[in-house]
């Protein structure tokens, strides 16, 4: 049976295991910042998603399920992700950095078929392999093996990512603080940083300390306006979720037990929905 969201977030050395995770997307995110920056935002991250989806489920000899604007504002709309007029924008945007390209330019601009550029599928790869190996740390398990020797399972395995992601309450509606930096750009990235940096003999603390200090060095890093991140951190202060250790600035950030909490909640989630995809492709008789 895949692992439950409980099983990931309950297990002794889940924090280590995550955080080795969060600097595999970190490393990511520092080689192809902007691929990275592309699905900075949530929304942006399901949107991805989705055209991932619809690229690995196209069949060559029907043109019914190629990829096209159209049926990607489709897809979106029907699952509540994002409006028209922004799913349309983003799909510009993959075109304009080469991170979507057409097949043909035959019929009119929505009807042109669509796939994803190899240099997109093989960074999006990094974060199947990140999540693969999470799941096997904390099982033992041999799911990065099992994959490594199917790459091409990789074309069933992340529309099923997709679907579970699409499909998940805890992922689509998480809570306050995690919430508050999902529509930060590269908001995934602050949370992985800030979480990547806690000691795990800390994790049980009311007040965590991470490894930030600087907000500056914190936004230019990040390549982000220092006013922007700041008021967003200055929204998470006020909530109690995170603070400094001492002055602003010149000590240690914290974050709370709350949103650490929140945060791992998200990652098992993820993780769960992973783990039961994999399932799906690489059932336990085909692993024997």
Request: aromatic share 8%.
């Amino acid at each position: 049976m895949p692992l439950s969201a409980e099983e990931i977030a309950s297990h002794p050395a889940a924090l280590r295991h995550v955080q080795e995770q969060s600097r595999a997307l970190i490393h990511v995110y520092e080689t192809s910042p902007r691929l990275a920056a592309v699905f900075a935002t949530q929304q942006r991250w399901l949107l991805g998603h989705v055209g991932l989806a619809l690229h690995f489920r196209r069949d060559p000899n029907d043109r019914r399920t190629e990829m096209t604007v159209a049926r990607f504002i489709e897809v979106v709309r029907r699952n509540s992700v994002a409006s028209r007029n922004t799913a349309e924008a983003f799909v510009k945007e993959m075109l304009h950095y080469n991170i979507a390209e057409y097949v043909s330019k035959s019929g009119d601009g929505r009807a042109h078929p669509l796939r994803v550029s190899a240099a997109t599928i093989e960074t999006f790869t990094s974060w199947i392999h990140a999540h693969l190996r999470t799941l096997d740390r904390i099982d033992a398990g041999n799911r990065l093996a099992t994959f490594l020797d199917r790459p091409d399972m990789l074309a069933k395995l992340q529309p099923l990512i997709c679907d579970g992601l699409l499909a998940s309450d805890p992922v689509r509606e998480p809570e306050q603080t995690f919430s508050l930096f999902i529509w930060l750009n590269n908001g995934g990235i602050v949370m992985d940083w800030l979480m990547s940096g806690i000691d795990p003999e800390d994790a049980d603390l009311d007040k965590i300390p991470t490894s930030v200090i600087s907000i500056s060095e914190f936004a230019h890093w990040l390549k982000l306006s220092r006013t922007h991140l700041a008021r967003k951190l200055h929204d998470a202060e006020a909530l109690g979720s995170i603070g400094w250790v001492g002055q602003r600035g010149h000590s240690v950030m914290w974050v709370s037990r709350q949103f650490y909490d929140e945060y791992m909640a998200v990652q098992a989630a993820k993780l769960a929905v992973v783990d039961a995809a994999f399932e799906t492709c690489f059932p336990p008789a085909d692993e024997s």
